[in-house]
């Protein structure tokens, strides 16, 4: 597996044992929890604050409503082939 980076880096899955993938992915866990407690994303984007606004606004307005799971379920169901 090669990840895009500049260099790219090679990850050679294929080759690797389950012992030596798990801590792989454990650190990676590790790496991307400390990353959200330090807020290095960011936070939300103001674009998903605008949608979020919008989806209000319709539900307020009745254009959208929102729908029980298991009708979303059914209905998907039948539309679904």
């Given at each position: 597996m090669t990840?895009?980076?500049?260099?790219?880096?090679?990850?050679?899955?294929?080759?690797?044992?389950?012992?030596?993938?798990?801590?792989l992915?454990?650190?990676?866990?590790?790496?991307?929890?400390?990353a959200?407690?330090?807020?290095?994303a960011?936070g939300?984007?103001?674009?998903?604050?605008?949608?979020?606004?919008?989806?209000e606004k319709?539900?307020a307005s009745?254009?959208?409503?929102?729908?029980?799971?298991?009708e979303f379920?059914?209905?998907?169901?039948?539309t679904?082939?």
């Amino acid at each position: 597996m090669t990840l895009a980076a500049n260099p790219p880096i090679e990850i050679p899955l294929e080759r690797m044992s389950l012992a030596n993938k798990l801590a792989l992915r454990e650190a990676l866990d590790q790496d991307l929890q400390a990353a959200c407690q330090n807020n290095e994303a960011g936070g939300p984007q103001d674009w998903h604050f605008e949608v979020l606004a919008e989806r209000e606004k319709r539900l307020a307005s009745g254009e959208s409503r929102l729908m029980p799971l298991e009708e979303f379920i059914a209905e998907m169901r039948r539309t679904m082939p």
